[in-house]
Antibody, heavy 119, light 111 residues
Framework: QVQLVQSGAEVKKPGSSVKVSCRTS????????ISWVRQAPGQGLEWMGG????????NYAQKFQGRVTITTDESTSTGYMEVSSLRSEDTAVYYC????????????WGQGTLVTVSS | QSVLTQPPSVSGAPGQRVTISCTGS?????????VHWYQQLPGKAPKLLIY???NRPSGVPDRFSGSKSGTSASLAITGLQAEDEADYYC???????????FGTGTRVTVL
């Protein structure tokens, strides 16, 4: 049974950074890409970017390029997503998801991490 | 703005059939990329409902079915139940954006 467990809620000041973790268990970490998706309050799902742990290759949505960094630590089967220069519009629930290599569906999701940006 | 368009809401009485459309373009669904569907219950993380256009993961009731044609896809729920009240999202890949893309989302209400 694959499980993705994310770090806890964060409250950040505008202009600061936040790093969210996503620890996976129950599967072969390197074989699956990890994507990050966010959901602003009352809004829909928005793909931010992803990484393939085996190759370390990343792909970001254009909107987040330069402000979001996605990494992994294979030794702990953990993925990380860092957002810099936070602004109030970044207040959202951030999800990690495992991406199946076959047809690239997001087959397992973390529980979500609420990041609140407020002065 | 999402490149996949869904109706904001659909509703039906218990036992009825409802369908949710997902309209894309030649750079995503029309380019042959698979469409996947997710169910998001209130306050919960999304859950994979349909993958590869029409396949159900283990544990998903066969009341849920998916299809794809041209630049669009659809999710059908037959025998609607109260527990199906949730938000539903389609997802695919867009080669113009080089990005995974989600639909705008549809809220299903059971009357």
């Amino acid at each position: 049974q694959v499980q993705l467990v994310q770090s806890g809620a964060e409250v950040k000041k505008p202009g600061s950074s936040v790093k969210v973790s996503c620890r996976t268990s129950g599967g072969t970490f390197s074989n699956y890409a990890i994507s990050w998706v966010r959901q602003a309050p009352g809004q829909g799902l928005e793909w931010m970017g992803g990484i393939i742990p085996m190759f370390g290759t990343t792909n970001y949505a254009q909107k987040f390029q330069g402000r979001v960094t996605i990494t992994t630590d294979e030794s702990t089967s953990t993925g990380y997503m860092e957002v810099s220069s936070l602004r109030s519009e970044d207040t959202a629930v951030y999800y990690c998801a495992r991406v199946s290599p076959a047809s690239e569906e997001f087959d397992s999701w973390g529980q979500g991490t609420l990041v609140t940006v407020s002065s | 703005q999402s490149v996949l368009t869904q109706p904001p809401s659909v509703s039906g009485a218990p036992g009825q059939r409802v369908t949710i459309s997902c309209t894309g373009s030649s750079s995503n669904i029309g380019a042959g990329y698979d469409v996947h569907w997710y169910q998001q219950l209130p306050g919960k993380a999304p859950k994979l409902l349909i993958y590869g256009n029409k396949n159900r993961p283990s544990g998903v009731p066969d009341r849920f079915s998916g299809s794809k044609s041209g630049t669009s896809a659809s999710l059908a729920i037959t025998g609607l139940q109260a527990e199906d009240e949730a938000d539903y999202y389609c997802q695919s890949y867009d080669n113009r954006l080089s990005a995974h893309v989600f639909g705008t989302g549809t809220r299903v209400t059971v009357l």
